[in-house]
């Protein structure tokens, strides 16, 4: 990005994005939402169109785009279907990162590669029944038996991608006694013998992602699937989150712009009162104030992926870009429906879902809240 323009290259893969959005996603959104299953012929297309190794190095067989790029991708699988927004999201944000950036050479070979070139799908296990927000509540655990190797036991919740993923990130505690900086990483495989994954948690909004409990009973890990070093498991955690939360920050934007995009052509059609509804003043305005926070809220995910990009501390500006973005997408999905009046409340109309699908992202990856103790931190309150 170059004074607050996309570069002709990003330009380009923007439209793409979206030229994939309008014919791929869009389609299917509202049965997979009706249904509340993820289209697998979906996710081999966006394999096969590389949207899951995006900001990832061709090294490894990614398409060697930066994080602003990424985020381009993200808001505009997500202005048609939130779902797709946190299906990507969770692999390239979650996922992939904890490997990428803690991994040994081997790990990155033989786990990375595949993630990012097509072949598999990622997800990431930290959250527990009573570790949510205090992720360092984590009770999961990792015991090591006589070679060296690592025996898993616990639950995690609301696993994204794990109905289908292939690589499981699973954070678990290797020294109950150290609380949080007794936790590891460890790098699973679906078919590992122990590992369960219930059926689908049934959920308001982003219906069709797949959002499972998963059960560790006994699981043996290699030692050689430890990330990291013992007791980095914590940092791990965090420093993918706070990569994740400019995902977030422009799944919101998408959404909140899809809802934008869906009512401005209902209302050039709406008449009440003898005129189309897009003549009256109340609706000019109202559709001016969504659109000029959108623009705020895209420019401040802009902003957290720019300084990403260039090895910034972006931590903060992620918190802030995913605080705003939310709170945005919440306020704009409302809105879109009240304009919409009774059609908006409507199945038969997209602003409908688009409102469901907003709630989560004020909770996930990081709630409001906890997005507000960072920024403050950052600031020495």
Known sequence: M??????????????????????????????????????????????????????????????????????LAMEEVSKVDASTGITLSVHTSLCCPCINEFGTEEQKQRFLRPLVDGTKVGCFGLTEANAGTDAAGVQTTADKDENGDYIINGQKMFTTNSGFADTFIVFALTDKSLGPKGMSAFILDREMEG?????????????????????????RVPKDRLLGKEGQGYKIAMTALGGGRIGIGAQS??????????????????????????????????????????????????????????????????????????????E??????????????????????????????????????????????????
């Open 195 to 219: 590992l369960s994954v219930s059926e689908n948690i049934e959920r308001m909004g982003i219906r069709a992602a797949s959002n499972c409990a998963v059960t560790y009973e006994n699981v």
């Open 2 to 71: 170059e004074g607050f323009k996309l570069t002709k290259t990003q330009l380009l893969q923007q439209e793409l994005f979206r030229k994939f959005a309008e014919n791929e996603i869009k389609p299917i959104a509202k049965e997979m939402d009706e249904k509340e299953e993820y289209s697998m012929e979906l996710v081999q297309k966006l394999q096969k169109c590389h949207m899951f190794g995006i900001p990832y190095s061709k090294e490894y067989g990614g398409a060697g785009a930066d994080v602003l790029t990424y985020t």
């Open 253 to 330: 934007v998408g959404i909140a712009q899809g809802a934008i995009n869906e009512v401005l052509k209902y209302v050039k059609e709406r008449k009440q009162f003898g005129k189309t509804i897009n003549k009256f003043q109340n609706t000019q305005f109202k559709l001016a104030e969504m659109q000029t926070k959108v623009d705020a809220a895209r420019l401040m995910v802009w902003r957290a992926a720019t300084a990403k990009d260039n090895h910034e501390n972006y931590a903060p500006l992620a918190a802030m870009c995913k605080l705003f973005a939310s709170e945005v997408a919440n």
């Open 332 to 381: 704009v999905t409302r809105g879109c429906v009240q304009l919409m009046g009774g059609y908006g409340y409507c199945r038969e109309y997209p602003v409908e879902r688009a409102m469901r699908d907003a709630k989560i992202t004020e909770i996930y990856e990081g709630t409001s809240e906890a997005m507000k103790m960072i920024i403050s931190g950052s600031m020495k309150v």
